[in-house]
């Protein structure tokens, strides 16, 4: 990266000291990773996000709802800052929250809505974790997906699952032993999501038509074309993968997980990692006495991750020792409260 912005970096960090608290998630390009004060998954960083409660400003290395938690669980006057507001995640873009009031609707049409507990993903808006609190749900990540869904059916005997169809089905076939036809998709672009009374009354886990499309791309073509190049391969794969690149794979798990695979992984073993190209790249720097590669070489970065480059935090931090707080992201109050409750509620898992 360009050493005059690692140095104007640099300036702007220590201008700011204890006042400028900077997370990064995994997926974040190593110009930016190196500035972060903490580094880690989604639930790593909304655990983090409270840890610094005397810096007034957080700026987020990540996409926009990781940014929003942030500002759920911190403090009234912390401010956090999303240096490029263009970095979304078309995943969280997949479930609107009228979309999902509408889905409620057929549930309740159904005659179950009264049975279902809502679980939603990190990768979704505010708004959407709003819902969930509001209807007693709660958020998950892929690092927590089986302990969330275990505490959601103690409290109902079904689950609408938000917005990743995947990981909803990988931890419930894989983890929970349900069968693939106990999970139904509901497609919000048809009429009852494309499902008849009946089938919503059957299935015990609603899956919403999410996905990332990043971890989507993977194939099970990809898996087994690396264990017939590489012998001896390890396939590690991120839980957002479809259910047949999982059921191919060695291992599954989030990207703190997968860290921390490779650190207890023997030199000279092999292995292919189906997940986001900037983590692949530093674990591979990382272990250089370890034949560490990407799972499918079709794939490529997360576009919305990426967006946060070094100019774009170079610009957030010299704005704030400007006194300007720059590309505010702030939940209102009253869907604060209601998301709050649902983090919360994944935060006390136990
Ligand atoms: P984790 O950080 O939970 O592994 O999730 C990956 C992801 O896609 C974040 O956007
Ligand atoms: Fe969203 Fe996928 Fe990018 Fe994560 S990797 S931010 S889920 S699009």
Not at 203 to 231: N, Y
Request: proline fraction near 5%; hydrophobic fraction near 45%.
């Amino acid at each position: 990266s360009d050493p005059a912005l690692v140095e104007r970096a640099r300036a702007a960090k220590a201008a700011l000291g204890d006042r400028v608290f900077v997370l990064g998630h995994h997926y974040q390009r190593d110009e930016v990773i190196q500035f972060a004060d903490v580094t880690g998954d989604s639930f790593k960083l909304a655990q983090q996000a409270a840890a610094r409660p005397d810096a007034p400003y957080i700026v987020f290395c990540g996409v926009h709802f990781m940014a929003e938690s942030a500002d759920i669980l911190t403090a009234p006057h912390q401010r956090v800052v999303l240096p490029d507001l263009a970095a979304g995640c078309s995943m969280a873009d997949m479930a609107t929250f009228d979309q999902v009031e509408e889905c409620w609707d057929a549930l309740e049409e159904a005659g179950i809505a009264g049975d279902v507990v809502p679980v939603t993903y990190m990768n979704s808006s505010a708004d959407i974790k709003g819902f969930v609190g509001r209807r007693g749900g709660v958020v998950c990540t892929s690092s927590n997906a089986k302990r969330a869904l275990d505490w959601a059916y103690a409290q109902g005997s079904k689950v609408l699952f938000l917005p990743d169809q995947h990981l909803g089905r990988n931890t419930a076939v894989l983890e929970m032993g349900f069968a693939l036809d106990d999970c139904v998709v509901y497609n919000p672009h048809r009429p009852n999501g494309g499902l008849t009374d009946e089938r919503l009354r059957d299935a015990r886990m609603i899956l919403w038509q999410g996905h990332c499309s990043v971890h989507g791309r993977f194939s099970k073509a990809s898996v087994d074309d690396v264990r017939e190049r590489v012998p001896g391969v390890t396939v590690l794969v991120h839980p957002e993968c479809r259910h047949e690149v999982v059921t191919a794979a060695d291992m599954v798990g989030s990207t703190e997980y997968i860290i921390k695979a490779l650190d207890a992984a023997p030199a000279g073993s092999s292995w292919a990692i189906g997940t986001e190209l900037n983590l692949v790249k530093r674990l591979a720097g990382a272990h250089p006495d370890k034949n560490v590669m990407f799972l499918d070489k079709a794939v490529c970065f997360c576009s919305t991750m990426n967006r946060i480059d070094l100019p774009h935090l170079v610009w957030a931090l010299e704005e704030l020792v400007a006194g300007r707080v720059p590309n505010p992201v702030e939940v209102d109050a009253d869907t604060a409260r209601h998301a709050r409750a649902a983090l919360e509620q994944m935060l006390a898992l136990p």
